[in-house]
């Protein structure tokens, strides 16, 4: 894999990805995509003693900043505390699924959400001036009721790039549909080849019961090893 596009396709046929692998993580991530392994190399010591990305892990970094930054994904922590991927044809069931975090969201998370709706996509330090109290833990709730994405990229006078987050529904089309859950249990199953309602959740950020009354609307094959039921597609 060696462009962006080629990166966006293989999302699209994944469906949900993670940027790097997990140990209890069962989605497909880019990394592998990338390199082919699930062992990740950060970095190489340069001459000078100092450190630098491989080239693998220098694309993949650049990529996930590109992905969203070009409409080919949406980019962020919207399953846990994980860099997720989710292919733009999925963005609606994953909005759809969300629907109860939005319902819980509290003032803060509202007035950090208004913000952004009235200034456009922000990073955290333009954030801790316009709302009081504001910080970077606030921003995960957001992201995991779709209300907040990754956005692009901006460089900062000192540091690292910082990341501006923006509205999910300013940048995709988001709607409603039937069957949300379902689609995104399947597409996660497709992926794995065979999990378990727990890893189902691991992916989804679901509990087991709503992972397993998911699964168990689909047409898969089960199996049982060692007290655990196995799901997979038919």
Not at 17 to 42: F, H, K, N, Q, Y
Not at 59 to 83: S, T, V, Y
Not at 122 to 133: C, K, N, Y
Not at 201 to 230: F, I, M, N, P
């Amino acid at each position: 894999m060696k462009t962006v596009r080629a990166a966006a396709a293989w999302l699209d046929g994944v469906g949900v990805a993670a940027l790097l692998p997990g140990t209890d993580l069962v989605l497909p991530s880019l990394w592998e995509a990338i390199t082919g392994t699930r062992a990740v190399e950060w970095g190489v010591q340069r001459d000078d003693g100092k450190f630098e990305f491989t080239p693998e892990m220098a694309r993949c970094w650049q990529w996930k900043d590109e992905l969203p930054g070009r409409g080919l994904a949406l980019a962020g922590k919207h399953f846990g505390a994980w860099a997720a991927l989710i292919a733009p044809r999925l963005i609606p069931h994953a909005w759809t699924v969300a629907a109860e975090r939005r319902e819980t969201l509290t003032g803060i998370h509202l007035e950090i959400a208004d913000a952004v709706r009235e200034h456009g996509a922000l990073t955290m330090p333009q954030l801790r001036t316009l709302v009081a109290g504001a910080e970077k833990k606030h921003l995960a709730p957001l992201q995991r009721a779709l209300v907040l994405t990754n956005s692009h990229v901006v460089e900062q006078s000192q540091g690292w790039a910082a990341i501006a987050v923006d509205l999910v529904d300013r940048l995709w089309d988001v709607r409603e549909v039937p069957d949300a859950e379902l689609e995104l249990a399947r597409t996660v199953l497709g992926s794995s080849g065979e999990l378990s309602a727990a890893d189902l959740g691991g992916a989804l950020g679901w509990r087991v019961k709503r992972s397993r009354d998911a699964l168990e609307q689909l047409d898969v094959r089960t199996r049982v090893e060692d007290d655990v039921r196995l799901y997979s597609l038919v």
